[in-house]
């Protein structure tokens, strides 16, 4: 693999892990509002899958996994740098 893509896919699997906040800080407000147990189950959820992307950054095997527990799970918004370094992958003939 080219370096210089590999580091552009861990940049944006890295930018997919950190936009799970977004959804996460939905989930957390929804909360304090309702004060559902159901949306800290969710919270629970955004953030270990946020945890598990950012930690697996590094090596991005998986990303058409990832984008689309993301993209069912989490949120549409981290799926999209996920789906770009998929279709990357998929240009240079790695996947």
Same mark, same amino acid.
């Given at each position: ?22 959804? $996460? ?18 919270? $629970? ?5 946020? $945890? ?19 993209? /069912? /799970? ?9 789906? /770009? ?11």
């Amino acid at each position: 693999m080219d370096s210089q893509l590999a580091k552009k896919i861990i940049i944006d699997v890295q930018i997919s892990g950190w936009s799970c906040l977004i959804p $996460a800080s939905g989930l957390l407000y929804l909360y304090q509002v309702t004060h559902y147990a159901s949306f800290l189950w969710g919270l $629970a959820l955004v953030v270990l899958y946020a $945890a598990y992307v950012l930690v697996t950054s590094q090596s991005p095997s998986y990303v058409l996994r990832m984008s689309l527990i993301a993209m /069912f /799970f989490v949120g549409f918004l981290p799926s999209i740098p996920l789906l /770009f370094c998929y279709s990357q992958e998929r240009k240079a003939g790695l996947k």
